[in-house]
């Protein structure tokens, strides 16, 4: 029960950190590498995106 919770919790943030990046200004060669990090290294991936990720500008229409 604790890994469902557990594996829960990361979908959840790597859901939120995903979208994050794809709202950021950044380039979309920057997006399409942060998401498929995000992706493929699930924990990691969230991790650095916390670390050094886009965010903070989002795009303005």
């Known amino acids: 029960m604790e890994f469902g919770i ?7 943030a790597d859901i939120y950190a995903i979208y ?3 709202t950021s200004a950044s380039s979309t060669a920057a997006k399409v590498i942060w998401t498929l990090v995000i992706l493929i290294l699930p924990v990691l991936g969230f991790i650095a995106w916390l670390i050094a990720g886009p965010r903070g500008n989002k795009v303005r229409t």
């Open 20 to 22: 994050q990046v794809l």
């Open 6 to 12: 557990f594996g829960l919790i990361v979908l959840i």
